[in-house]
């Protein structure tokens, strides 16, 4: 079994084709644009292939975008290359993300916010966030609700054979510890060189080799991310059914969240300071 996104990362798009990716940028600019959001730099957690930090990008925005999948931050940099944007993209993991200072916003779609298992660990995040974001800056994030995992996709499985690509993908749900565990199973093509093939009647047969990876995501209720997020500092503003402006609900499959940064008196400069000391400090330590 691979790590999450080795093998998938070089289809990811492929076969995220359906996913309208310019819808979602408009509604997560109009979520932007009610706060007083239109222009500034704005960090993504969870940015993948980069599909949505370069179409923000095109949206006047600067961008800072990160995830800790190599291989879809190098997708990611070609599609910058291609677009001659100046995105940014830092391979971290957003439970201990850095920054070198604070954004005028902070954004997490496409369900990443699930690949958080630990409800403290998510805390951390969220703590990191409020840190980051400017004065009554704005956070954003998406995730699909425990109902969408327990009722929608439990013990599903679901497969799709397309002329190059092929996958099988097995889903299971866990009420016990609100785990939901996918197993993907990809065929990719693969040339008689690279199978090690070097018989001359199969040279011309197609070969695909298999893949198989878990992802492993956690159903939260509105409850819940409401409690992380007013226990991190953050204060909410809206609860969205995903791409309305319907309030959320306990049946929304997946919600959008809304949050403003709040930080008592000089809390946020002093912690800013007390990081950028210790980085210097390993910097020294590493030069020395």
């Not at 997560?28 to 599909?51: P, V, W, Y």
């Not at 095109?58 to 290359?81: H, T």
């Not at 866990?174 to 090690?196: K, R």
């Amino acid at each position: 079994m691979t790590e999450s996104y080795d093998a998938f990362a070089g289809v990811y798009d492929a076969l995220m084709d359906n996913i309208p990716y310019d819808e979602w940028v408009s509604y997560i600019c109009a979520l932007l644009h009610s706060c007083g959001i239109d222009k500034g730099l704005i960090c993504e957690l969870g940015c993948g292939t980069g599909n949505v930090t370069e179409r923000l990008f095109q949206k006047g925005f600067d961008m800072i975008g990160i995830d800790n999948a190599p291989q879809m931050l190098e997708l990611a940099e070609k599609k910058k290359e291609a677009a001659q944007s100046d995105s940014l993209y830092l391979c971290q993991d957003m439970r201990e993300f850095e920054l070198y200072g604070t954004v005028d916003a902070v954004i997490s779609v496409c369900d990443s916010i699930n690949y958080i298992l630990n409800p403290d660990e998510l805390l951390s995040v969220f703590r990191l966030v409020n840190n980051y974001l400017e004065t009554d800056g704005i956070f954003v994030f998406d995730f699909h609700t425990k109902h969408y995992y327990k009722n929608v996709v439990a013990d599903a499985t679901i497969a799709e054979d397309r002329e190059d690509i092929s996958f099988i993908w097995d889903n299971y749900y866990d009420d016990e510890t609100d785990i939901n565990e996918l197993y993907l199973s990809l065929f990719l093509p693969v040339s008689a060189e690279e199978a090690g093939i070097s018989v001359a009647s199969l040279q011309n047969v197609p070969l695909y080799r298999k893949f198989e990876e878990q992802h492993l995501q956690r159903g939260y209720t509105l409850e819940e991310m409401q409690a992380l997020v007013e226990k991190s500092g953050l204060i909410p503003l809206h609860a969205y059914d995903a791409f309305t402006e319907e309030d959320a609900s306990e049946q929304s499959e997946r919600i959008y969240m809304v949050c403003r940064e709040h930080t008592p008196g000089g809390a946020k400069k002093e912690l800013s300071d007390m990081l950028h000391a210790t980085e210097n400090q390993k910097n020294r330590k590493d030069t020395t």
